[in-house]
């Protein structure tokens, strides 16, 4: 996202001369996808009343504030319901798919607007509902403004060498020091501790892994939302947002480049150890493949068992559910030689073990967490 890239560094140059730029610094440019704004017609609403259309079983009839104006709109998303805060399209908009909103009757109701899916404002491919916006979003601004839509995607074919321009910080150095613009790091302070817990950790493969940060957060809310402004940052760089908890951690190794990991404390037994795995052992994944451990894997353990299958994925033993609270976050250093070839030998590729088996930063680890 070159929106995101000019957070850190912002040279004063073009999108063309700065996808030049990324080439001569052998970070090799294979599109730019400009992303057009949508325009003044397109606005945060909020479903101030609904109810159900009187002659279809399936639609319903909003009131939605739009900032100064209440329309009727006619409505068929599944998740419509009151107090939903969701971007509108006002009549003369057109949609990217080219199709022009105008007041029309719905069944014998006069429709002035559509409340919009992610999909049909071309941000996502495919949409189950009307696109959900924080609840504290500015009713009445434009969504271009709101969610800082004009952007363009650079699409960077890296060679396995750059490792450490699998994130935004690393491309935003490359960039700094080829155009001479100083790099505007943001600054990240240290979250004080707040409570006393401890969770021991023994790394008997220092070679395989030299460095593990973990931090205990306890009370945590999983029916909380990610913000708009994450989730939009998320989706420009192809990751599609799933929790707080999956996007905190995504979010960090987009920016910085440190892959991150979650498990569910409650479920973790005496301790973490990280260590080879031992003959026979299995593990079932987050993705619920079961594997046959191979005594060259290093693995994320705990006093009784294997909980993660180190630096590519969790265990399914461990993972976040419905009735997580309290967490130990994981941010750890793998060597490449000991992540390297392991995940393609079980036929799989991960955003973490794409990182590891380049060589992640060994600095990382505490900014990080």
Same mark, same amino acid.
């Given at each position: 996202?070159?929106? &995101?890239?000019?957070? &850190?560094?912002?040279?004063?140059?073009?999108?063309?001369?700065?996808?030049? #730029?990324?080439?001569?610094?052998?970070?090799?440019?294979?599109?730019?996808?400009?992303?057009?704004?949508? !325009? *003044?017609?397109?606005?945060? %609403?909020?479903? /101030?009343?609904?109810?159900?259309?009187?002659?279809?079983?399936?639609?319903?009839?909003?009131?939605?504030?739009?900032?100064?104006?209440?329309?009727?709109?006619?409505?068929?998303?599944?998740?419509?319901?009151?107090?939903?805060?969701?971007?509108?399209?006002?009549?003369?908009?057109?949609?990217?798919?080219?199709?022009?909103?105008?007041? @029309?009757?719905?069944?014998?109701?006069?429709?002035?607007?559509?409340?919009?899916?992610?999909?049909?404002?071309?941000?996502?491919?495919?949409?189950?509902?009307?696109?959900?916006?924080?609840?504290?979003?500015?009713?009445?601004?434009?969504?271009?403004?709101?969610?800082?839509?004009?952007?363009?995607?650079?699409?960077?074919?890296?060679?396995? *060498?750059? !490792?450490?321009?699998?994130?935004?910080? !690393?491309?935003?150095?490359?960039?700094?020091?080829? /155009?001479?613009?100083?790099?505007?790091?943001?600054?990240?302070?240290?979250?004080?501790?707040?409570?006393? *817990?401890?969770?021991?950790?023994?790394?008997?493969?220092?070679?395989?892994?030299?460095?593990?940060?973990?931090?205990?957060?306890?009370?945590?809310?999983?029916?909380?939302?990610?913000? *708009? &402004?994450?989730?939009?940052?998320?989706?420009?760089?192809?990751? @599609?947002?799933?929790?707080?908890?999956?996007?905190?951690?995504?979010?960090?190794?987009?920016? #910085?480049?440190?892959?991150?990991?979650?498990?569910?404390?409650?479920?973790?037994? !005496?301790?973490?150890?990280? @260590?080879?795995?031992?003959? %026979?052992?299995?593990?079932?994944?987050?993705?619920?493949?079961?594997?046959?451990?191979?005594?060259?894997?290093?693995?994320?353990?705990?006093?009784?068992?294997?909980?993660?299958?180190?630096?590519?994925?969790?265990?399914?033993?461990?993972?976040?559910?419905?009735?997580?609270?309290?967490?130990?976050?994981?941010?750890?250093?793998? /060597?490449?030689?000991?992540?390297? %070839?392991?995940?393609?030998?079980?036929?799989?590729?991960?955003?973490?073990?794409?990182?590891?088996?380049?060589?992640?930063?060994?600095?990382?680890?505490?900014?990080?967490?």
């Amino acid at each position: 996202s070159e929106s &995101w890239l000019r957070e &850190w560094v912002s040279p004063d140059i073009t999108t063309a001369e700065l996808a030049e #730029l990324l080439t001569q610094a052998g970070l090799e440019v294979e599109t730019v996808e400009v992303q057009q704004p949508l !325009g *003044d017609k397109f606005v945060v %609403g909020r479903i /101030s009343a609904i109810e159900k259309h009187p002659d279809a079983d399936k639609l319903n009839v909003c009131r939605v504030d739009t900032g100064g104006d209440s329309l009727t709109i006619v409505c068929g998303a599944p998740n419509a319901r009151q107090g939903l805060v969701a971007p509108v399209a006002l009549v003369g908009a057109e949609l990217p798919g080219g199709m022009q909103i105008g007041a @029309r009757e719905v069944r014998g109701v006069a429709s002035s607007g559509m409340i919009c899916s992610a999909a049909e404002l071309g941000l996502e491919e495919q949409s189950d509902g009307v696109m959900e916006l924080d609840a504290d979003a500015p009713v009445g601004a434009l969504l271009d403004e709101y969610l800082a839509l004009e952007d363009a995607i650079i699409d960077i074919d890296l060679t396995p *060498d750059r !490792g450490d321009c699998l994130s935004i910080a !690393g491309i935003a150095r490359d960039i700094s020091a080829m /155009s001479g613009t100083a790099l505007t790091e943001p600054e990240i302070k240290n979250v004080e501790a707040q409570i006393e *817990d401890v969770f021991s950790v023994e790394l008997q493969a220092p070679q395989a892994c030299p460095r593990y940060a973990g931090r205990i957060i306890r009370g945590v809310d999983l029916h909380a939302v990610s913000p *708009d &402004w994450m989730k939009e940052k998320l989706r420009r760089v192809g990751l @599609r947002s799933i929790s707080p908890i999956v996007d905190v951690t995504n979010y960090v190794m987009i920016e #910085l480049g440190q892959p991150m990991h979650a498990f569910d404390l409650n479920k973790l037994e !005496g301790g973490i150890v990280v @260590r080879m795995a031992e003959k %026979g052992e299995a593990l079932t994944l987050l993705d619920e493949s079961q594997i046959e451990l191979q005594q060259d894997m290093l693995l994320i353990a705990d006093h009784k068992k294997a909980v993660a299958l180190a630096g590519i994925m969790g265990g399914g033993n461990s993972e976040i559910d419905e009735g997580t609270t309290d967490i130990l976050l994981e941010s750890a250093h793998f /060597s490449p030689l000991a992540i390297a %070839g392991k995940a393609r030998s079980l036929g799989m590729q991960t955003d973490a073990s794409h990182r590891f088996e380049r060589g992640v930063d060994t600095h990382l680890q505490a900014l990080a967490i």
